[in-house]
Nanobody, 125 residues
Framework: QLQPVESGGGLVQPGGSLRLSCAAS????????IGWFRQAPGKGREGVAC????????TYADSVKGRFAISRDNAKNTVFLQMNSLKPEDSAIYYC??????????????????WGQGTQVTVSS
């Protein structure tokens, strides 16, 4: 595949959990960091979590720290985003992206790197 492929989105009640998967066989190498981003209606795309391409260091947005966890399974060429204690404000389309840049949000652009098509996450009772 040329682009990352996301899966695992859906409808969940507040306080619930979801695990998103990013199939990224082309990008699970030392050269690419993998980031999760989200975009809610009427808002810009924001970085959520990132795992670095060198030491597997992780970076999180302040709004998800302590609730979300990003991890990599190189054997399966997959990156996961475990989302716990979900809130209605977490509702958005979630995108997986790969790029040869550090996990610094300002260095990511939708005009660079490789982006998936997104998966919808809706948190509602």
């Amino acid at each position: 595949q040329l682009q990352p492929v996301e899966s695992g989105g859906g409808l969940v009640q507040p306080g619930g959990s979801l695990r998103l998967s990013c199939a990224a066989s082309r990008f699970t190498s030392v050269h690419y960091a993998i980031g999760w981003f989200r975009q809610a209606p009427g808002k810009g795309r924001e970085g959520v979590a990132c795992i670095s391409n060198s030491d597997d260091g992780t970076t999180y947005a302040d709004s998800v720290k302590g609730r979300f966890a990003i991890s990599r399974d190189n054997a399966k060429n997959t990156v996961f985003l475990q989302m716990n204690s979900l809130k209605p404000e977490d509702s958005a389309i979630y995108y997986c992206a790969a790029d040869a840049v550090p996990c610094l949000w300002d260095m990511w652009s939708i005009d660079a790197g490789y982006w998936g098509q997104g998966t919808q996450v809706t948190v509602s009772s």
